[in-house]
């Protein structure tokens, strides 16, 4: 379930400060299609996992759509 594009979009959506993390399961179920259970599970393992050196420096919309 977890994507590359997934945790993509995950750290973009945390570098735009549009929302709090833990206000992230909207915007997952919007952007992926995802069930709240399904985006839930995404954004636990995101959060559990989180290393930002993971990430490239400049991350742009058409990295994960």
């Known amino acids: 379930m977890t994507t590359k594009k997934t945790w993509l979009y995950l750290e973009w959506l945390r570098r735009t400060g549009q929302t709090n993390m833990y206000g992230a399961v ?3 179920m919007e952007e992926f299609w995802f069930d709240e259970e399904e985006a839930k599970e995404v954004l636990v393992d ?3 996992n ?3 050196d993971d990430y490239p420096e400049v991350i742009k ?3 994960f759509c």
Do not use: F, K
């Open 26 to 28: 909207p915007y997952l």
């Open 50 to 52: 989180y290393n930002p």
């Open 61 to 63: 919309p058409e990295d």
């Open 46 to 48: 995101w959060m559990q």
